[in-house]
């Protein structure tokens, strides 16, 4: 019983090696069919959807401000700068 653990692992690190192996061999076969023109595409429709989410975000975030300045107006609050 003592040889199942050497043999164990041992199976265990070439099967993960394996795998390991054609997964990062099919990732770079991957990347190398997209062509320049694709890849332009692509980022340019990431860099837009960043955009977009980035200005919805200030839009929130100014939209919060400005409800909180005014919802404390009604309460009576004081906001004033010292």
Avoid: C, N
């Amino acid at each position: 019983m003592e040889w199942f653990p050497i043999v164990a692992v041992t199976f265990k690190f070439l099967v993960l090696g394996t795998g390991m192996f054609f997964a990062v061999k099919w990732h770079y076969d991957q990347g190398k069919k997209k062509k320049s023109m694709e890849k332009a595409q692509e980022k340019r429709a990431v860099m837009r959807a960043t955009a977009m989410v980035a200005a919805l975000f200030v839009l929130l975030v100014v939209g919060l401000v400005f409800g909180t300045f005014v919802l404390a107006d009604r309460l009576g609050l004081d906001l004033t700068l010292p």
